[in-house]
């Protein structure tokens, strides 16, 4: 069974996080750094966004603020309809909890859980019941069906971020941010990832927002957008490993 969300009905859903003059200064006086200088963004429902930029020019800050993980120091960020600036520190633990997914560089995978319990434990955590449908699913096309009682340490690193993956997913989000999640993957399994972090966007709907350095993986979003020293400065729509490194060129030189 594949829900299939077509083009139309994902422009016409509000978007899915919304950033609004976005500012963030590190420290203060003659040390500080501004991060973030009035960033506006929207990332749309159901839509594969890529975060690209020189080293420094704010895309985890960027990605920390959106996903309430860091706090502006100007600006709104909204998730769905909730401005998370105004939350409380419990409300905001629990937005993460209930509604955000995340997967970063490092598998942030618990050694002594098999894989199967590595998947299910946010929803565990939340105390919530797993949708069997779903997990049989993100299981089968994650290709993880034989390894699903395997610990991390005996799954190749590419397995474990698809462990990684299918735990975001499990629990519907609504949004998963990825910070880097084929940096530390060989492209083989780096590319393994990004399918199939592109057909959850295809198949389930699912909205995600990923940093990267790397143009090939950007290819895999249908959108990019760039920042340079805290600055949005450009974005591609259809991306191509060829126009994200020729962007990416420009805003280098
Ligand atoms: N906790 C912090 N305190 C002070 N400055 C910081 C802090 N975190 C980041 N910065 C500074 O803010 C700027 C943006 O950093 P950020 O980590 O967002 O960049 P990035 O685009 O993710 O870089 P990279 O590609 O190297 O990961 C940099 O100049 C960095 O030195
Ligand atoms: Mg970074």
Do not use: W
């Amino acid at each position: 069974m594949s829900v299939i969300v077509p083009p139309e009905a994902r422009s016409a859903a509000p978007p899915a996080v919304v950033a609004n003059n976005l500012v963030k200064v590190y420290g203060s006086g003659d040390a500080a750094v501004h991060a973030l200088k009035d960033v506006s963004v929207g990332f749309e429902t159901g839509a594969f966004t890529a975060i690209m930029g020189p080293s420094g020019s704010g895309k985890s800050t960027l990605m920390h603020c959106l996903a309430g993980l860091d706090t502006a120091t100007r600006g709104v960020v909204r998730i769905g309809d909730t401005d998370i600036t105004t939350l409380k520190d419990k409300e905001l633990t629990l937005l993460r909890r209930d509604r955000i997914g995340f997967i970063f560089q490092a598998f942030n995978l618990l050694p002594t859980l098999t894989a199967e319990q590595n998947i299910r434990l946010p929803l565990e955590i939340a105390g919530r019941k797993a949708d069997e449908a779903l997990f049989n699913r993100v299981v089968d096309t994650v290709g993880l069906r034989d390894r699903l009682r395997h610990r991390p340490t005996e799954l190749s690193g590419g397995q474990q971020q698809r462990v990684a993956v299918a735990r975001a997913l499990i629990s519907r989000p609504q949004v998963i941010f990825a910070d880097e999640p084929t940096g530390n993957l060989d492209s083989r399994s780096g590319a393994e990832v990004l399918s199939f972090l592109r057909t959850s966007v295809r198949e389930l709907g699912q909205t995600i927002v990923m940093v990267t350095h790397d143009p090939v993986a950007a290819s895999y979003a249908d959108r990019v957008v760039f920042l340079r020293d805290g600055e949005l400065v450009s974005e591609l729509h259809g991306p191509t490993p060829q126009s994200v490194h020729d962007t990416l060129m420009k805003l280098e030189a």
